[in-house]
Nanobody, 127 residues
Framework: QVQLVDSGGGSVQAGGSLRLSCAASGHTVSSGMDRTHYMAWFRQAPGKEREGVAA???????TYADSVKDRFTISKDGALNTLYLQMNSLKPEDTAMYYCATMGRTLSLLASDYHSWGQGTQVTVSS
């Protein structure tokens, strides 16, 4: 199994920035395959479904939800096996619990495509 530890959440005013981190450990390699090849960030606000925010393949190809394009940047330090989400120009509607995920099958923003999850880190944006 792959363990993920999310961190970096907090409370900021609208227009502010935060950087989330997600450290992967455990059996990150299985049968010669990198289980963390696909990683993603999701978020879930109270009363709403979990939604995909951004995903990355390896340390290169990325995809974003339309609602965060040009504001959020996903990246990964392969040597540290750590995933990041730089969030700029934050809006109140970005308020949610943010989760990182891995053991994915493809570059995807669907929660069902991932099989290992972090515990979540809360982001609160005030107006």
């Amino acid at each position: 199994q792959v363990q993920l530890v999310d961190s970096g959440g907090g409370s900021v005013q609208a227009g502010g920035s935060l950087r989330l981190s997600c450290a992967a450990s455990g059996h990150t390699v299985s049968s010669g395959m990198d289980r963390t090849h696909y990683m993603a960030w999701f978020r879930q606000a109270p009363g709403k479904e979990r939604e995909g925010v951004a995903a990355i393949e390896g340390v290169g190809r990325t995809t974003y939800a339309d609602s965060v394009k040009d504001r959020f940047t996903i990246s990964k330090d392969g040597a540290l096996n750590t995933l990041y989400l730089q969030m700029n120009s934050l809006k109140p509607e970005d308020t949610a619990m943010y989760y990182c995920a891995t053991m994915g099958r493809t570059l995807s923003l669907l929660a069902s495509d991932y099989h290992s999850w972090g515990q979540g880190t809360q982001v609160t944006v005030s107006s």
